[in-house]
């Protein structure tokens, strides 16, 4: 999953604003969730190292997992320094947590279904019509006495 974290600083308020953003399709990404802290405070923070920068923007409704965490951490050291910055995006791909896996390829191109379905026997006609040749009719009586019956 692609995600977008847009870290917003509001130097007249004191606030910094973190946006979540996602793409849910491909090409279409959506605002997911948005934090406000104390601009000093995450300023502070980022100045005495990660694990404070972790542990002030974690919350119970925003909680990035260690490797989006580290990423933001590192991005916006320069950002914090910089007091003209105003805006940052940091983009983050899960497929990073994972640098050694690969995406799952077929290695031949010309693999075809009815090749894979031939495994499991004959789907000859007459097999479908025995099949098909049990009546389907529901077999209810308004004399059931079954636990349904409330």
Not at 21 to 27: A, C, L, N
């Amino acid at each position: 999953m692609k995600q977008k974290i847009r870290i917003e600083k509001n130097i007249k308020d004191g606030m910094l604003t973190i946006l979540e953003s996602s793409e849910v399709d491909p090409g279409v990404v959506l605002l997911l969730h948005e934090e406000e802290y104390s601009l000093e405070e995450m300023v502070a923070a980022s100045k005495a190292g990660m694990e404070p920068f972790i542990a002030l923007f974690r919350r119970r409704s925003f909680f990035p997992a260690r490797d989006l965490a580290e990423k933001m951490f590192e991005g916006t050291k320069a950002f914090f320094k910089d007091a003209k910055a105003e805006k940052l995006i940091i983009e983050y791909n899960d497929i990073e947590a994972f640098p050694s896996e690969e995406d799952f390829r077929l290695e031949d191109d010309d693999v075809e279904l009815d090749k894979i379905l031939e495994e499991d026997g004959d789907t000859k006609e007459d097999e479908m019509k025995e099949i098909d040749s049990e009546d389907d009719t529901p077999k209810f009586t308004p004399e059931d006495t079954s636990e349904h019956e409330n």
